[in-house]
């Protein structure tokens, strides 16, 4: 599905990514984990156009680096970016339309259905995206974005400031959402849903990938996990 | 005095719904980019001059439909090939370019149709008093100007707030590339939006034409206080710029419509004054003569008692 080759970006003059290689299958659940700083979001960005690349992405089979943003979108690749970026003016079914590519309904998924899943974000369907609580924004951020029926989402941090037991139902949504074929690249800092619901695990370290392998041998290698993801 | 006040109100109404039409336009590309598009009142004029010129071969109606449409397309070219490059190197450089384009058109106005003043004519089928009361007519054409500019206000309205594009285009003022990140083509948008914002500048041209007149000076007439009108109303608010419009358009005919001056002033409190004062004008200036200036006096105090403007929102 997406195949990453000796990926370099910058900042300015800042060398963040420094080649990273990875990939992920079809229907896959991969983590990317990694402290702060290491260049996680910055892989993620670049992909999506959000950053200038230097070297090899290919989706689908198909070279997408030095495209704009939203035609890699169009190709079926989505983001949650880490900030959710709801709009807080617009109603949550609003926040929703933005998510559709096409006026045309979509395979995979629609409101009714998102509103099934999430009975919260239905019953605050014409209420501001601005005041729902930070679990409900990143529901409504991951809803947004598979309204536009992406074969690939990557979602950058999802787990940052929400309590376990929505993060116990985020993984239950993600593990929901691979299973109706959509590839999911999972950035984040904490082990515990990574390990639970992902079938490879990367790490990062210096804007390179350190670590390739299954989450219980990275539960086994206590190496990789005290030199580049304890803190 | 009852059919002055409702014949003030209806001509107030006329002129703030004008205002709004170019108002909300300047206010959107605002939005988009960040500094305001001086050459705004330019494609206004553009559009009074487009359609006199195809009036005269095609009548008033082909004008009032196709000079919109040629000046939002050309509104359009300017920001896909101007605005956009210029836009890479800030927003002093875009300030510069709309300056540069407003004298661009008024010269290429006057290079094309002439310094005089166009003899651009209300259509024959308007041209008749739409009621008349207690011996004062009300044209037909000013109702109609009236009718357009509030059918154009709704649909903006509800293409704003109620559908996808609306939408797609509040969120992508605020947010570019998260709705780039949703598959939406953010600088397509852009131009759309600037060339919508365009053409209902030449709509309120080709509509206020025949009854403001159209001659080369008239951007820089209106263009003033347009942009009274978006600093009053909070610069980016169309809100704002609506109840702006309204208030300077209802303000400015109010006044003109008045009778009253210094002179009823100082008998109120009780002065009286020489005539053969030195500063006898100062005391005999009536409401009517000072009615231009009253927009501008607004903007101090808005921006005196609240700067921001009464929609706007200070910047984080």
Redesign the interface.
Known sequence: MLKVKDLHAYYGKSHILQGVNFHVGEGEIVSLLGRNGVGRSTTVKTV?G?VAPQGSIQFKGEEIAGK???EI??LGL??V?ENR?I?P??SVR?NL?????S?KPHGRWNIEEMFRMFPNLGERADIHGGVLSGGEQQMLCMC??LM?DPDMIMIDEPTEGLAPKIVEQLAVLLQEIANRGVSILLVEQKLSIALKISRRVYVMGHGKIVYEGSPDSLLEADDVRAEWLEV | MLEVLIFATLNGLVTGFLLFMLASGLTLIFSMMGVLNFAHASFYMLGAYAAYSLSLYFGFWTGLIFAPLIVGALGAVVERYGLRRVHQSGHVAELVFTFGLAFLIEEAVQFFWGRDTKNYQTPELLDFALFTLLGQEFSAYRGFMIAISIGIFIALYYVLTKSRVGIIIQAAITHPQTVANLGHNVPLIFMGVFGVGTALAGLAGVIAGPVLTTFPGMATVLGSIVFVIVVIGGLGSLAGAFIASLLIGLLQSYAIASDVGMPDLLNLLGVSFDRSHPLNDLWTISLPQIAPLLPFLLLVLVLIFRPTGLMGKREE
Do not use: N
């Open positions: 999506m959000e704009k943003s939203f979108a169009h989505g983001y970016p970026d709009f003016s617009l609003q339309v933005l998510g559709m590519k006026t947004r974005t536009g």
